[in-house]
């Protein structure tokens, strides 16, 4: 269960991907999500032509991970980031802190796109300021404090990528990428994680950020007790 946000103005978050993107509008405590989108389909969305209280642009980049605060050395960010994931010479890495989880977060938007910096600056918030582009586990953990229940599934997918958070009340478990080139490995992976950190997918819900087939949503319901757009 979500909790309540009716309070925050007009918001929209974009999740982008290497194929398109998708978003979330939150105003006056109404809820609209989109499906995924082409890239070709910008100028002609009309929500995207609209200013916002607020607005998020995410980029999903397997690029990223969490370290703890009491750990995190700014010098070593770098070598961090490539313990868990593969990075090129000129690729650029950033960081900064994620406060409710006590941890930074380490990430490269260098994944070969520049998709997320244009819709960035064509979709300013109320201000006439563009969002700083963050990674989408960013806001997957950001989302991990939003919700009531006491386990704590949220995912996204997209490019072949599960990016996934699990916990218990306000604990985090797991935050973690997974290489899974189609939605079955995604699935395997889920189920894998919840296994290893004993959690029941019948007592539980699942959210995901970015949207699923109907098809996709029907098999996550043959074993979890309900499937949520976060």
Not at 22 to 38: V, Y
Not at 83 to 88: K, P, T, W, Y
Not at 89 to 107: K, N, R, T
């Amino acid at each position: 269960m979500l909790m309540n946000n009716q309070d925050l103005g007009k918001r929209i978050s974009i999740q982008v991907s290497l194929n398109g993107y998708s978003f979330k509008i939150e105003d006056g405590g109404k809820t609209s999500f989109s499906e995924w989108l082409p890239m070709d389909r910008v100028f002609s969305v009309p929500e995207l032509q609209q200013r916002y209280d607020k607005v998020t642009v995410s980029l999903l980049t397997p690029k990223t991970t969490l370290v703890p605060a009491s750990f995190f050395d700014p010098e070593k960010a770098r070598e961090a980031l490539s313990e868990v994931a593969r990075l090129d010479e000129g690729d650029v890495v950033e960081h900064f802190p994620v406060p409710s989880l006590d941890a930074e977060i380490v990430y490269s938007l260098s994944i070969g796109e520049t998709f997320s910096r244009s819709i960035s600056r064509m979709t300013p918030d109320s201000s006439g300021i563009p969002s700083r582009v963050v990674p989408e586990m960013y806001c997957l953990l950001e989302d991990f404090g939003k919700i009531s229940d006491y386990n704590r599934i949220l995912a996204s997918y997209g490019d072949s990528h599960l990016y996934l958070v699990i916990g218990q009340g306000q604990n985090l478990l797991l935050s973690n990428v997974f290489d899974a080139p189609d939605f079955v490995s995604a699935q395997y992976f889920i189920f894998l994680a919840m296994k290893k950190l004993q959690l029941n997918p019948a007592m539980s819900a699942i959210y995901f950020r970015t949207p699923l087939s109907r098809e996709e949503e029907l098999s996550l319901y043959r074993y979890f007790n309900s499937v949520e757009r976060i």
